[in-house]
């Protein structure tokens, strides 16, 4: 069935740096493509939408300028959390949409997430 | 704004008991609700979905009802087992595939 991977599934990096995940649909193109965070003991929140072709849309108090979103093409999305500080450390987690299967409706297929520690 | 909740924080039963998670939700204009589990560290798993027009899904020993109209959902489980423990998070799918999740309840099964 369809699937969407995520990587890397875990990744340190120091302070000051900048770390890219990516999140691709395996066999299904995705116009859109959703990024979510998970503090530790907290549940998912939504910080942008990503949109192939044209800018992601960020959620309130989510600086775009520090959680880059990139949609370069309809299998791909990436976010990179320039110059983390510790408190970005956070589960990293993306979704898409399969909006191929016109009968069913939407089925929205999760990535496998990213654990990020900024040290 | 839609806003999740659910109800408990934690549960802890013994092995083989009957359980009830909650989740409640503010807006009924919804596309459809979503159970998930995820596992300490893991990402999340789909359990089930019900459409906006579904008044409930079951799928083994899981059987989730929604009642739109009061904004509530719940996920039944049968006869618990130690490998259910996990967290259960509930989402709501409003326009444009966007969810809203719950905070989740932690489950554990006690052997």
Redesign the interface.
């Known amino acids: 069935g369809a699937v969407v991977s995520?990587h890397p599934s875990w990744v340190i990096c120091k302070s000051g740096t900048s770390v890219k995940i990516e999140c691709r649909s395996l066999d299904f193109q995705a116009t859109?493509m959703?990024w979510?965070r998970q503090f530790p003991k907290?549940?998912?929140?939504?910080m942008a939408?990503s949109n192939e072709g044209s800018k992601a849309t960020y959620e309130q108090g989510v600086e775009k300028d520090k959680f880059l979103i990139n949609h370069a093409s309809l299998t791909l999305s990436t976010l990179t959390v320039t110059s983390a500080h510790p408190e970005d450390s956070s589960f990293y987690?993306c979704?898409a949409?399969d909006r191929t299967a016109a009968l069913s409706?939407?089925t929205?297929y999760?990535?496998?997430?990213s654990?990020l520690t900024v040290v | 704004k839609q806003e999740v909740t659910q109800i408990p924080a934690a549960l802890s039963v013994p092995e083989g008991e009957n359980l009830v998670l909650n989740c409640s939700f503010t807006d009924s204009a919804i596309y459809n609700l979503q159970w998930f589990r995820q596992d300490p560290g893991k990402g999340l798993t789909s359990l089930l979905l019900i459409q906006s027009s579904q008044r409930e899904q079951t799928s083994g020993r899981l059987n989730a009802s929604l009642d739109k109209s009061s904004g509530r959902s719940t996920l039944y489980i049968a006869a618990s087992q130690p490998g259910d423990s996990a967290t259960y998070l509930c989402a709501i799918e409003t326009s444009g595939s966007r969810l809203t999740f719950g905070e989740g309840t932690q489950l554990t099964v006690n052997p």
């Open positions: 995520q859109t959703f979510y907290q549940s998912l929140m939504l939408t987690i979704s949409p409706g939407n929205i999760f990535g496998e997430g654990w």
